[in-house]
């Protein structure tokens, strides 16, 4: 099994398919975080603080996520 997926990445990655896909899936996922932030933000019966409490917890994540995608693909790039 790991030489199977070690041979994909060697195959795929050649042209860098593999860190621009994982660029796009964290670039949309980044996207769609920021619709949800804003319609939840405005629908929401809780209060300011809880609402931001919210978001900060889903959002820390999904920004350490998209900072390491744009660090490892900016890093391969050179």
Do not use: C, H
């Amino acid at each position: 099994m790991t030489r199977l997926f070690e041979w994909l990445e060697t195959r795929l990655d050649e042209g860098g398919w593999v860190r621009r896909l994982y660029l796009i899936a964290a670039t949309v996922m980044a996207w769609k975080f920021a619709l949800w932030a804003m319609a939840f933000g405005e629908t929401s019966p809780r209060t300011g603080s809880d609402v931001a409490m919210i978001i900060g917890a889903i959002g820390v994540p999904l920004s350490a996520v998209t900072g390491f995608a744009f660090q490892n693909y900016l890093a391969s790039r050179k």
